[in-house]
């Protein structure tokens, strides 16, 4: 809404503690420039990089990865859990 964004803009410490940690956490996960790319909260690809250097760090961040749990919602192993309407939590 245009008065709140105006509020935000008018008030120079709105979202001050929520941007320092950002900061924060982008320099614990080893960014000191942009771009930088964080794969999976664990990788990070600083700078305009070669698509294969991508396709390296998303190979080895995706083979890392723990396995999906799925959650059982019926006869067919989960598929009808979920549908467009959200998703049902089975009664045990």
Do not use: M, N
Not at 51 to 75: C, H, N
């Amino acid at each position: 809404d245009a008065a709140g964004a105006r509020a935000v803009l008018a008030d120079p410490q709105a979202y001050a503690a929520e941007v320092r940690a950002d900061e924060s956490e982008a320099a614990q996960l080893g960014a000191s420039g942009v771009p930088f790319f964080v794969l999976d909260r664990k990788y990070g690809v600083s700078g305009a990089q070669p698509a294969e250097v991508f396709a390296q760090a998303l190979t080895q961040a995706y083979g890392e990865r723990a396995p999906l749990k799925i959650v059982d919602g019926g006869e067919a192993g989960g598929a009808d859990a979920c549908g467009p309407d959200g998703c049902a939590v089975p009664q045990r």
